[in-house]
């Protein structure tokens, strides 16, 4: 092998130190943000901590440090440094894995750390068909060649596992790169174009429909290229009063058609041209949506009505309206209605929202159902760099098991002639689990002998 | 018959399980060893079936999900986890001894998940965002990782103790029984990448989750930034050893911080500092 003198910078990038020390400053300066709350108004900094520390924080950029010049800048020399170091070593595997093991001189086998001997009764020709079909019996696909003294058979397995390591790697900077892609500062400063990537919620009122969302951070106006519309939201709840569920039925308008009609649930986020929908709130108003029919007559109606006042319905010969209410913070969970046709005493009854309510009046039966309004409350997002951060994960995944488990086994026997006939001497080498190979190997020496 | 009453048992188990452990470290009666892998694994079996059972029961009452959303749940699911781990470290290689550092940890976890105020031992059920199978994988590897760090913490301890006997004891000593100090090495190595490959899964699991429930994979939330550090600290590890050849004590102290950290990011987290996790 060359060796050419490398620049130091070059030669610092390409060490195990500065990964090893990286590591370490990453894990420990990432703890800081776990103390230091992040990403509150100035004014909470100053109060929490005082006036010459928070000055310190927001020179340190501490209150969004995960986002800070110089985590970013770490998170860079890390990537780097990765780069070199693997670019520096693979051609390194390359060019052993290209060495034949059969130009190794037979002297040299004494000296590998996993040994064995076979003496056979066989004449040399004899033993090389054994050694030959044994091999092959055992998986093993051996070559060999001719030396002054002997036959040399080699074989190897798992020569590519020696990758495994550097699928890592790539995969880290497959991560890194999708998250570069996915990010919504890159795509506003960098590429010019928030439409890119971006994170943002929408506050749709139930029956209203929308053709933009609004960036978190900076609050800007992101045009989608179509409307979304809530067509309405509802909360269930498991019997102890937890919540169960919240959903939003939703239409996809794309110019002005209605596309697709789905529902919005945590967890079931919904992805339109590459823009993704999550129920992410909600906010309830105090208005009600009423509807009424006459049972008997095509007499219905359905009104927004707010709590005491009172309603008229002139068709349907009654008036109506909401009385009292129980409620959990600003959502209704009972309501108390009051009817009457002006004969006799009026109805009065509680009611969940949702639940039809069948009223028996003299002028006939009516059927009531009322549900409160709400506007749900979406997290829009349009990530491109997802598929590679979930691609890059896989990957990892599998890059690390062949790192861990597998490795690359060499194996060698030089038959030579003996008085009794051959000697075989076996060598082999793993670069990884030894021990394991070292079983292997035993059993392959048993299988030679006789 | 319920649950609760298995789990008690099991708890009973692994506490008469670390004790006999703890007797084949004092006198090397190769019996008291035996009894000790028969109570863990009798443990474990019990165990498999309450958390089988408790499954069942919130079916019962009409909630239906998998027992591990909450931090009872989980530190039940976490002794599960380490016991299971060393029962495989102990028929994979055949060291015994190692209960003796390993059991205690599942058994105060059984006992602490018991008998601790902070814990609710009721099946409460799960609010929107917990409804994910995403959630049950992320639990399940971070845990099998987790568990497999408290091992290599258990190992660590054992070295340093051989190590600090040296030759002085030879077989004599309370540290004759432990096997060599290579050995220990070797297993601290085996047990750590076990650990960070599931708990890489933990990592990525845990993201997809978050997407699909939040629309971000990553938001620095403290858990998650702790996680990350846990991660760091390991591949720290295996780099050091793998490419610096740092070997033996140093490895063992490091796989002993590795404990705390973990702690810090199941617990500490939960407790001291604010963030989206409620479950560990
Ligand atoms: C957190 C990020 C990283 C992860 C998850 C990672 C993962 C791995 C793994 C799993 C191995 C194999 C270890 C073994 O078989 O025991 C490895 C080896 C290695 N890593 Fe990394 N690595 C990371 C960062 C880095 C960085 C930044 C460098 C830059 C110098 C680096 C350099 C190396 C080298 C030189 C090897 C040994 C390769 C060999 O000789 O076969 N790693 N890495």
């Given at each position: 092998m060359t060796t050419t003198t490398k620049h130091p910078i070059i030669s610092l990038f390409a060490s195990v130190q500065l990964a090893l020390f990286l590591l370490f400053l990453l894990a420990s300066t990432s703890i800081i943000g776990t103390l230091i709350p992040q990403n509150n108004q100035p004014a909470y900094y100053v109060e929490r901590y005082g006036h010459k520390a928070a000055q310190l924080l927001q020179v340190l950029d501490i209150p969004d440090m995960y986002n800070s010049w110089w985590f970013l800048g770490l998170l860079a020399l890390f990537a780097l440094n990765l780069v070199v170091c693997s670019a520096e070593r693979i051609p390194q595997v390359i060019r052993s894995l290209r060495r034949d093991g059969l130009e190794v001189l037979p002297e040299q086998l004494t000296k590998f750390p996993i040994r064995g001997e076979v003496i056979l009764p066989d004449a040399p020709a004899a033993a090389w068909e054994r050694v030959d079909s044994v091999l092959k019996n055992k998986g093993w696909a051996p070559r060999h060649v001719d030396k002054q003294d002997g036959r040399l058979f080699f074989a190897e397995r798992?020569?590519?596992?020696?990758?495994g390591v550097y699928v890592v790697h790539c995969s880290i900077l497959i991560i890194l790169a999708g998250a570069l892609a996915g990010s919504s500062s890159v795509a506003r400063r960098i590429l010019n174009n928030p439409g890119f990537a971006f994170k943002g919620s929408i506050m749709l009122p139930e029956g209203e429909s929308t053709d933009h969302i609004l960036t978190f951070k900076t609050g800007e106006r992101i045009d989608l290229g179509f409307a979304l519309r809530c067509d309405s939201f509802t909360i269930e709840y498991y019997?102890?009063?937890?919540?169960?569920t919240y959903r939003s039925e939703v239409t996809i308008l794309d110019n002005g058609q209605p596309v697709q009609e789905t529902a919005i649930e945590v967890n079931q986020p919904l992805t339109y041209k590459g823009v993704t929908f999550y129920q992410s709130s909600y906010q309830p108003y105090q208005q009600y949506r009423v509807s009424l029919q006459k049972r008997g007559t095509a007499l219905t109606t359905a009104t927004l009505i707010q709590a005491a006042k009172q309603v008229d319905w002139p068709e349907g010969g009654i008036s109506y309206g909401i009385i009292n209410r129980e409620t959990q913070g600003e959502v209704t969970r009972r309501l108390k209605i009051w009817l009457t046709d002006n004969q006799g005493e009026p109805s009065v009854f509680w009611l969940h929202p949702n639940q039809e309510a069948v009223i028996e009046r003299p002028s006939g039966t009516y059927l009531l159902t009322i549900r409160q309004m709400y506007a749900t409350g979406l997290q829009a997002t349009r990530d491109p760099g997802v598929w590679l951060v979930y691609g890059g994960c896989l990957l990892m995944l599998i890059g690390l098991s062949i790192a861990f488990f597998l490795s690359h086994r060499r194996l060698f026997v030089f038959v030579t002639p003996s008085e009794q006939g051959s000697r075989l001497l076996l060598a082999g080498d793993a670069n990884k689990n030894k021990g394991g190979f070292e079983k292997t190997f035993e059993e392959l020496r048993k299988a030679l002998e006789i | 018959m319920d649950s609760s009453l298995l789990f008690g048992i099991t708890m009973l188990a692994y506490l008469l399980a670390t004790a006999c452990y703890l007797g084949l470290l004092l006198f090397k009666g190769k019996g008291i060893g035996r009894l000790g892998m028969l109570l863990a694994a009798a443990g474990a079996a019990v165990h498999t079936a309450a958390l089988g059972l408790r499954w069942y029961e919130s079916y019962q009452i009409g909630i239906g999900r998998a027992p591990l959303t909450n931090m009872y749940e989980s530190l039940v699911f976490f002794a599960w986890c380490i016991t299971l781990v060393y029962l495989a470290l102990e028929f994979r290689f055949k060291v015994r001894i190692v209960g003796a550092f390993v059991m205690p940890f599942a058994a105060v976890a059984m006992a602490y998940a018991s008998?601790?105020?902070?814990?609710?031992?009721q099946i409460s059920p799960l609010i929107p965002a917990l409804q994910s199978n995403w959630l049950i994988a992320h639990v399940v590897t971070c845990f099998i990782g987790y568990a497999a760090f408290i091992v290599a913490t258990g190992l660590g301890v054992m070295y340093l103790l051989k190590e600090s006997a040296g030759d002085r004891e030879g077989t004599h000593g309370i540290t004759g029984s432990l096997p060599e100090l290579k050995v220990i090495d070797d297993l601290i190595h085996r047990t750590i990448i076990f650990g960070f490959l599931w708990f890489s899964g933990g990592i990525i699991t845990g993201a997809v989750w978050a997407n699909e429930a939040?629309?971000?994979?990553?938001?620095?939330d403290p858990k998650e930034t702790w996680s990350i550090i846990t991660w760091f600290l390991y591949a720290l590890i295996l780099h050091a050893r793998f490419t610096r050849g740092w070997r033996g004590r140093r490895i063992a102290w490091l796989a002993i911080l590795g404990f705390f950290v973990v702690l810090f990011t199941y617990f500490g987290v939960n407790y001291l500092l604010s963030g989206l996790h409620s479950d560990g």
């Amino acid at each position: 092998m060359t060796t050419t003198t490398k620049h130091p910078i070059i030669s610092l990038f390409a060490s195990v130190q500065l990964a090893l020390f990286l590591l370490f400053l990453l894990a420990s300066t990432s703890i800081i943000g776990t103390l230091i709350p992040q990403n509150n108004q100035p004014a909470y900094y100053v109060e929490r901590y005082g006036h010459k520390a928070a000055q310190l924080l927001q020179v340190l950029d501490i209150p969004d440090m995960y986002n800070s010049w110089w985590f970013l800048g770490l998170l860079a020399l890390f990537a780097l440094n990765l780069v070199v170091c693997s670019a520096e070593r693979i051609p390194q595997v390359i060019r052993s894995l290209r060495r034949d093991g059969l130009e190794v001189l037979p002297e040299q086998l004494t000296k590998f750390p996993i040994r064995g001997e076979v003496i056979l009764p066989d004449a040399p020709a004899a033993a090389w068909e054994r050694v030959d079909s044994v091999l092959k019996n055992k998986g093993w696909a051996p070559r060999h060649v001719d030396k002054q003294d002997g036959r040399l058979f080699f074989a190897e397995r798992g020569g590519w596992t020696r990758f495994g390591v550097y699928v890592v790697h790539c995969s880290i900077l497959i991560i890194l790169a999708g998250a570069l892609a996915g990010s919504s500062s890159v795509a506003r400063r960098i590429l010019n174009n928030p439409g890119f990537a971006f994170k943002g919620s929408i506050m749709l009122p139930e029956g209203e429909s929308t053709d933009h969302i609004l960036t978190f951070k900076t609050g800007e106006r992101i045009d989608l290229g179509f409307a979304l519309r809530c067509d309405s939201f509802t909360i269930e709840y498991y019997a102890n009063g937890m919540p169960k569920t919240y959903r939003s039925e939703v239409t996809i308008l794309d110019n002005g058609q209605p596309v697709q009609e789905t529902a919005i649930e945590v967890n079931q986020p919904l992805t339109y041209k590459g823009v993704t929908f999550y129920q992410s709130s909600y906010q309830p108003y105090q208005q009600y949506r009423v509807s009424l029919q006459k049972r008997g007559t095509a007499l219905t109606t359905a009104t927004l009505i707010q709590a005491a006042k009172q309603v008229d319905w002139p068709e349907g010969g009654i008036s109506y309206g909401i009385i009292n209410r129980e409620t959990q913070g600003e959502v209704t969970r009972r309501l108390k209605i009051w009817l009457t046709d002006n004969q006799g005493e009026p109805s009065v009854f509680w009611l969940h929202p949702n639940q039809e309510a069948v009223i028996e009046r003299p002028s006939g039966t009516y059927l009531l159902t009322i549900r409160q309004m709400y506007a749900t409350g979406l997290q829009a997002t349009r990530d491109p760099g997802v598929w590679l951060v979930y691609g890059g994960c896989l990957l990892m995944l599998i890059g690390l098991s062949i790192a861990f488990f597998l490795s690359h086994r060499r194996l060698f026997v030089f038959v030579t002639p003996s008085e009794q006939g051959s000697r075989l001497l076996l060598a082999g080498d793993a670069n990884k689990n030894k021990g394991g190979f070292e079983k292997t190997f035993e059993e392959l020496r048993k299988a030679l002998e006789i | 018959m319920d649950s609760s009453l298995l789990f008690g048992i099991t708890m009973l188990a692994y506490l008469l399980a670390t004790a006999c452990y703890l007797g084949l470290l004092l006198f090397k009666g190769k019996g008291i060893g035996r009894l000790g892998m028969l109570l863990a694994a009798a443990g474990a079996a019990v165990h498999t079936a309450a958390l089988g059972l408790r499954w069942y029961e919130s079916y019962q009452i009409g909630i239906g999900r998998a027992p591990l959303t909450n931090m009872y749940e989980s530190l039940v699911f976490f002794a599960w986890c380490i016991t299971l781990v060393y029962l495989a470290l102990e028929f994979r290689f055949k060291v015994r001894i190692v209960g003796a550092f390993v059991m205690p940890f599942a058994a105060v976890a059984m006992a602490y998940a018991s008998f601790s105020d902070r814990m609710d031992s009721q099946i409460s059920p799960l609010i929107p965002a917990l409804q994910s199978n995403w959630l049950i994988a992320h639990v399940v590897t971070c845990f099998i990782g987790y568990a497999a760090f408290i091992v290599a913490t258990g190992l660590g301890v054992m070295y340093l103790l051989k190590e600090s006997a040296g030759d002085r004891e030879g077989t004599h000593g309370i540290t004759g029984s432990l096997p060599e100090l290579k050995v220990i090495d070797d297993l601290i190595h085996r047990t750590i990448i076990f650990g960070f490959l599931w708990f890489s899964g933990g990592i990525i699991t845990g993201a997809v989750w978050a997407n699909e429930a939040w629309g971000t994979y990553w938001s620095w939330d403290p858990k998650e930034t702790w996680s990350i550090i846990t991660w760091f600290l390991y591949a720290l590890i295996l780099h050091a050893r793998f490419t610096r050849g740092w070997r033996g004590r140093r490895i063992a102290w490091l796989a002993i911080l590795g404990f705390f950290v973990v702690l810090f990011t199941y617990f500490g987290v939960n407790y001291l500092l604010s963030g989206l996790h409620s479950d560990g």
